[in-house]
């Protein structure tokens, strides 16, 4: 990815939806417990930001707007070859390649939330006596007052559930391994151009 040098590349929203979901899932993955209250409105959170930076993709700043970096595998297999060619060019936003990763991060991203929803329905009601142990690491449901199993956890488990089960998994997984491509590319493309790339996505970057 490089940017023209007059043009603030990103703008302050595409900065805090891209820092915002990346801390989200951060936070899910090394942080608390797969099933718990706090991993669950978690994933409702990073729905929030998804879908602020894909309106912000339709009506945004012109870097923003997806019509700035359309998802085109040819152009991509062309800025390949430009590349191996050593040629240098300009792009406002996203690069052809930097592109299709941006839409396979937002594909993979819309996965997981979606089969996330399908298991859990409404986000669960938060126990005013839970302790932060057990809003952060317990399964959500778990119990209420009476001792008594409630929420999606009490609920029989068919073949639907363990659909969305296993495509919220490979999901996960997925985006990981994006994740650390898109980290590559990030990082060969600033030891190629001498661009500040990760600077740029920064507060007051540019």
Partial sequence: MTDHPKTRRWDPLVKMTHWGIAAVVLWNALV???????????????????????????????????????????????????VRAGEHETHVSHNPLGALMAYAIWACVTMIVASGIAMTGAPPAIDPGASAAQLMYGEAGEHDSTGEAEGYEAEEGGEGEEVFEEVHEVAVNLLYVLILLHIGGVAFETARSGRRTILAMLPGGK
């Fill in 32 to 82: 608390v417990g797969e099933g718990s209250a706090a991993h669950i409105y978690a994933g409702y959170v990073l729905a929030a930001l998804l879908a602020l930076r894909l309106l912000w993709g339709v009506i945004g700043t012109r870097a923003a707007r997806f019509s700035a970096f359309p998802p085109s595998p040819f152009r991509a297999l062309a800025h390949i070859r430009a």
